[in-house]
């Protein structure tokens, strides 16, 4: 299996703009996790999705962040508009269980938004 | 105060060494634990589970304290690629895995 992928592994924006995050879960993964990682916050959970169904959004930042899961081998984590202090590592992880179980992560895509 | 807390370091240790770090956490119904490491520029992963009896893996060994709410995590005869942040993983009463913010460890030659 080629592991949790994640789309793309850099991003450089200018404020303002929409900034798309794609992830493909490993195969037979019910959960999917969204995760940001900065120096000064380290990592933060930002939704995750059970069954392709968000089960629990309340780490999404603002109205700007939304999250979608269209089906079982992929999602997205959009940022519209994007702004500098929105500058992280986003990663994608995966787990076949849930809480109890290993996630398997993503490799992240870092973001600069400038 | 945060959920799950841990010493950022750097810890500093010598190649050969024994280093130990805790990790604390505020939920005392938390259900399952787990050490992940983090190389830099790289992904977390799976280090090892935390049971309840305590349980080793090589030089690596952790145990849980449920009266004093906290982890551990051992490692003996430190190499140089054991460098890395060690994340401290926690299941919270919610089913929320809380993430602490990790320590960072540096074996030196």
């Known amino acids: 299996d080629a592991g949790v992928i994640q789309s793309p592994r850099h991003e450089v924006t200018e404020m303002g703009q929409e900034v798309t995050l794609r992830c493909k879960p490993i195969?037979?993964?019910?959960?999917l996790f969204w995760y940001r990682q900065t120096m000064m916050r380290g990592l933060e959970l930002l939704i995750y999705f059970n069954n392709n169904v968000p089960i629990d959004d309340s780490g999404m930042p603002e109205d700007r962040f939304s999250a979608k899961m269209p089906n079982a081998s992929f999602s997205t984590l959009k940022i519209q508009p994007s702004e500098p202090r929105d500058s992280a590592v986003y990663f994608c992880?995966?787990?076949?269980?849930?809480?109890?179980?290993?996630?398997?992560f993503g490799q992240g895509t870092r973001l600069t938004v400038v | 105060r945060k959920e799950v807390e841990q010493d950022p370091g750097p810890f500093n240790v010598p190649e050969g060494a024994t280093v130990a770090f805790n990790c604390t956490y505020s939920n005392s119904a938390s259900q399952s634990f787990f050490w992940y490491r983090q190389d830099c520029r790289k992904e977390p992963k799976l280090l090892m589970s935390v049971y309840s009896s305590g349980n080793e893996d090589g030089r690596f060994t952790a145990q849980l304290n449920r009266a004093s709410q906290y982890i551990s995590l051992l490692i003996r005869d430190s190499k140089l690629s054991d460098s890395a942040t060690y994340l401290c993983?926690?299941?919270?009463?919610?089913?929320?895995?809380?993430w602490g913010a990790g320590t960072k460890l540096i074996i030196k030659p």
């Open positions: 195969s037979g993964h019910d959960y």
């Open positions: 993983v926690v299941l919270n009463s919610n089913y929320q895995l809380i």
């Open positions: 992880a995966s787990s076949r269980r849930g809480g109890n179980t290993e996630a398997f």
